[in-house]
């Protein structure tokens, strides 16, 4: 008994060779897609003031009177100049991983690292700061412009100033809201970007 084979032999061979290559490629186009649009979910969420839907904590009118005598316009949190927002960035490697935050080497145009300004943010942190002759003129100038007495800080009565940033997570609430469904919407990423006799 023999066998004989029939059918597209030459065809099937050659999109097993090539369908690889393409997943490959269409896999890093859907990553490079999710990774941007998560970039912009964290864009919007800092613009808006509701990251992932969840409002941020309002400023205190201390730090809204600082930003003024610095001549910092606006009042919405973690938008003082924008530096932290411009920050977002998406790393896409050549395995298809990707990185979407503040990197290490982001710093804002006084030279801070902007991923240790993100984290207390993120966070929030408790900031025991000296008081020298000028930055306690400073300080009670400030006080006087937001309408609040010294004695109601402490502020003039030790050589120190402790300073309680709340936390107000951006990343965090972005990254929850927009893994919902993330898995679904990555597969139809894919079977977007697959062409020729993989492509629908």
Sequence with gaps: MTA????????ARR????????FRRARMQATRQEALALKREIVLGLTSGKPGGRRLAPLESSTVATRRARRIRGTKPLLARGDLRRSI??????????????????????GEK?????????FGKT?????????RRFLMATLRTA??????????????????????????PAFKQFSRR????????????LTGDLGG
């Design 114 to 122: 902007l991923v240790d300004v993100a984290t207390v943010h993120e």
């Design 89 to 110: 960035s998406v790393v896409v490697t050549p395995t298809g991983d990707a990185f979407i935050g503040i990197l290490r080497t982001a710093t804002n145009r006084r």
């Design 182 to 193: 993330a898995k679904d919407r990555f597969l139809r990423r894919i079977a977007g970007a």
């Design 15 to 22: 999109i097993l060779r090539t369908a690889q290559t393409q």
């Design 127 to 135: 900031v025991v700061v000296p008081l020298t002759p000028a930055s």
């Design 147 to 172: 309408e609040i007495r010294p004695e109601q800080t402490g502020a003039g009565e030790t050589g120190i100033v402790v300073v309680r940033i709340p936390a107000r997570p951006f990343l965090r």
């Design 4 to 11: 004989r084979k029939t059918g597209k032999w030459n065809e």
